[in-house]
């Protein structure tokens, strides 16, 4: 039987493998601290799990870990880790410092379907996605390898983790879990690109995640463009989607804006980007485009992005202009995996 990483099973599944098992649901809590609070690398560790117990997960699985290859720091604290997986593919996470917090953020697949013509992790396309133990596997490096303690954690990295649901689904009951990571919802943020049926099955987790929408144009025209799922889920869809997952529970909802010079940096885009926002009661993240080298996408410049935001701020709308973190080592998401092929 080939053996299965245990860091896959959330604890409901847990305790059902003890229970077959012939032992106690208490167990798998027991467990969950062991491999997500005490970091335990082998079931041997696990001084109080009847060594029967240990006997039966070592025949049927194991502790995996995920190998880091390599590790740039930015000047301005940025890190970015590139990761190698069994499989030889290759995936990045970014820890982003800021004063009052520390921000993770993952990656839920291996390249992207999703072909946004600004992004480096779509440009290879899609190769798999991540299991819930290689995303976690992501935040027990920087925790147990690196000694980092987040505060605040984002589906953000390469991949559409809302086309990973049940992965991405599972890693998160995982990180809300008293018993495991012990995180809570309100700490972790998904984001996605504007699948709406992902929205709904989110929204029926039943947990306080916030949700983060890359809408980077505020028309279908444009964002039928820049970004492509929107042909099959257009503004006023997704807005709905939005406006129901707000309500049920007071989640919180985010617009990312990428600023692209020339493209969805006028006056006209930011009146549209104000009224969808106002319907929906989001704040909005204004980043500066990152360059990639490959592509032929400008930043616009800092005095045309103030505009930009004062203008939203003057319609009554709540953003924030994202410094662009770790310029000097390749911060665009996908852009060192990119790399490695
Ligand atoms: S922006 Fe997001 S959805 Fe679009 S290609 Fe990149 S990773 Fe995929």
Not at 268 to 282: G, N, Q, S, T
């Amino acid at each position: 039987m080939q053996k299965k990483d245990i860091k896959n099973l959330t604890l409901e599944e847990l305790e059902k493998v003890i229970e077959k098992a012939g032992e106690k649901p208490y167990r798998a809590k027991q467990v969950f601290y062991w491999l997500y609070q005490k970091c335990a690398r082998t079931f041997e560790e696990m001084s109080n799990i009847p060594k029967a117990l240990k006997n039966v997960f070592s025949e049927e699985y194991y502790i995996g870990a995920i190998e880091l290859c390599e590790h740039q720091k930015s000047k301005d604290k940025t890190e970015k880790f590139l990761f190698k997986l069994s499989d030889g593919n290759f995936i990045e996470t970014v820890l982003i410092w800021a004063t009052d917090r520390k921000t993770i953020c993952l990656s839920t697949q291996v390249g992207c379907k999703f072909g946004c013509p600004f992004c480096a992790s779509g440009l290879k396309g899609f190769v798999r996605n991540l299991a819930a133990s290689e995303i976690i596997g992501q935040i027990m490096y920087l925790k147990r390898d690196l000694k980092h303690l987040m505060t605040n954690y984002v589906f953000m990295g390469m991949g559409e983790p809302l086309d990973n649901y049940e992965n991405v689904s599972k890693s998160i009951l995982i990180m809300d879990d008293t018993a495991g990571m012990n995180i809570g919802a309100r700490r972790i943020t998904v984001s996605t690109s504007g699948l709406v049926p992902g929205i709904e099955k989110l929204k029926n987790l039943g947990l306080q995640v916030n949700l983060s929408v890359s809408l980077h144009a505020s028309n279908d025209k444009l964002r039928d463009e820049l970004v492509p799922v929107n042909r099959r889920y257009p503004i006023e869809t997704l807005i709905k989607a939005c406006e129901e997952y707000r309500s049920d529970g007071g989640r919180m909802i985010t617009f990312e804006y990428i600023l692209i010079s020339g493209k969805n940096d006028s006056l006209k885009d930011a009146d549209e980007l104000a009224r969808i926002a106002k319907k929906v009661k989001a704040k909005i993240n204004l980043i500066p485009y990152s360059p990639v080298s490959s592509l032929d996408f400008k930043t616009p410049t800092r005095d045309k992005m103030n505009i930009f935001m004062d203008r939203l701020e003057a319609r009554g709308v709540q953003a924030t202009l994202r410094d662009s973190k770790g310029k000097d080592i390749q911060a665009a998401c996908g852009q060192l995996a990119g790399r490695q092929k």
